[in-house]
């Protein structure tokens, strides 16, 4: 047996340990102040108008105002005044008519006596629609002031720092070479 040198290397390992850098952000809030104005509103709104017209119900009544009174009785003669000629026209006829027997002069006399004077419509006309009611609203006078909105916003830059990081590097084994010599034996 031949004796034979034993040689063993190893390795060296290099060491890397690292550590990240950081980033550290700090943003604070913004600061507000609003100040607010309300909106003010003025509505004048004054009653409306109602006017009542019950003309007619003291023309039923009591014969209304003296004019209307008066208006209404002449209103009236023209057409009786229409009947008496007509009934004028009819005696006339009837006088002239030789055919009528008897005497037409009494009995026309009677029948005008027991008619009596024309008939006049004195009062208005009654009834429960006599009243006329008419109302007339104002309009309402509506004024709006705006109300107002301020905002102040106090914005503050972000707070940024930046903590380094750290590469580290270091021997994690030496490199090394063993060498063993053989071995002899002297005794043989």
């Keep these: 047996m031949i004796p034979m040198i034993s040689i063993h290397s190893q390795r060296g390992l290099i060491g890397i340990e690292s550590r990240r850098g950081q980033f550290e952000i700090r943003r604070p809030q913004p600061e507000l102040t609003i100040k607010s104005e309300q909106a003010t509103i003025t509505a004048n709104n004054r009653p409306g108008t109602l006017r009542v017209d019950q003309s007619l119900t003291n023309d039923a009544l009591n014969g209304g105002k003296p004019q209307s009174f008066w208006n209404r009785i002449y209103s009236q003669y023209k057409q ?94 030496y490199p090394k070479v063993t060498i063993t010599p053989p071995e002899i034996d002297i005794t043989a």
């Design 80 to 173: 009786i005044a229409d009947q008496n000629i007509q009934q004028i026209v009819e005696k006339g006829n009837r006088l002239g008519d030789l055919r009528i027997k008897g005497n037409p002069i009494p009995d026309m006399a009677l029948s005008a006596f027991i008619e009596g004077a024309p008939d006049l419509q004195i009062y208005g006309y009654a009834s429960p629609a006599n009243i006329a009611f008419q109302y007339m609203p104002n309009d309402v006078n509506v004024q709006v002031e705006r109300g107002q909105l301020t905002v102040d916003a106090q914005i503050h830059r972000p707070d940024i720092q930046f903590h380094r990081g750290s590469v580290s590097i270091y021997m994690q084994q």
